[in-house]
């Protein structure tokens, strides 16, 4: 079974702009959920999506937006970038919507200068 | 205070050592933990998972939770230099539903 991929797997941006990453889970995985990774803050949960429909939010502000495609796949949009939104973005999947299993993507690692 | 204190090292052992590895969590409401592991420039790889009090084996990995002390660890036997890496405890419960509370990473080196 393929696992979850993202992409792209990197990208520089400048402050200010605008960015969508992708999430493909694996098959038949119906959640999934974004995380943030930097050195300050560890691994930080934005936000997850079941069947088409946000079901948690972190506390992350509201430039950063997600949404969730029939066939499960997931984007994820951050909007007037800024400095501190560098960091390694992780996608993951899991099975079900309760607390289960998930497995992560091998992330996107977004550079803003 | 954080809802998930771990050590982020760097924790140095020779091959073939006994490694233990720590997680204290503050919320008792907590019901399913894991243990991940992150290779540099890679998404972490899950591996253990566990939602009850006691100790799940697999290979040289042991997981250890006691839901009393709220303190989870991880053993892992006869390391190897391959597993260096940085290990990271993920915590959960149902009303998260697949919200992961990540602890800051241990950094393993095991030197050969």
């Known amino acids: 079974k393929a696992g979850v991929t993202q992409t792209p797997r990197y990208l520089i941006k400048t402050r200010g702009q605008q960015v969508t990453l992708s999430c493909s889970p694996i098959?038949?995985?119906?959640?999934v959920s974004w995380y943030q990774q930097t050195p300050g803050q560890g691994l930080q949960f934005l936000f997850e999506?079941?069947?088409?429909?946000?079901?948690n939010k972190g506390n992350f502000p509201g430039r950063f937006s997600g949404r969730q495609f029939s066939n499960s796949r997931s984007e994820m949009n951050v909007s007037t970038l800024e400095l501190g939104d560098s960091a390694l973005y992780l996608c993951?999947?899991?099975?079900?919507?309760?607390?289960?299993?998930?497995?992560f993507g091998p992330g996107t690692r977004l550079t803003v200068l | 205070q954080k809802e998930v204190e771990q050590d982020p090292g760097p924790l140095s052992v020779p091959e073939g050592a006994i490694v233990s590895l720590n997680c204290t969590y503050s919320?008792?409401?907590?019901?399913?933990f894991m243990w991940y592991r992150q290779y540099s420039r890679k998404g972490p790889e899950l591996l253990m998972y566990?939602?009850?009090?006691g100790n799940k084996e697999d290979g040289r990995f042991t997981a250890q939770v006691d839901k009393s002390s709220k303190y989870i660890s991880l053993f892992i036997r006869d390391s190897q230099p391959s597993d260096s890496a940085t290990y990271l405890c993920?915590?959960?419960?149902?009303?998260?539903?697949?919200?992961?509370?990540f602890g800051a990473g241990t950094i393993l080196r095991v030197k050969s």
């Open positions: 993951a999947s899991s099975p079900a919507g309760e607390p289960n299993e998930q497995f």
């Open positions: 098959s038949g995985h119906r959640s």
């Open positions: 999506y079941f069947s088409e429909t946000q079901r």
């Open positions: 919320n008792s409401a907590f019901q399913y």
């Open positions: 566990t939602y009850s009090s």
């Open positions: 993920a915590l959960s419960r149902r009303e998260y539903g697949n919200k992961l509370v």
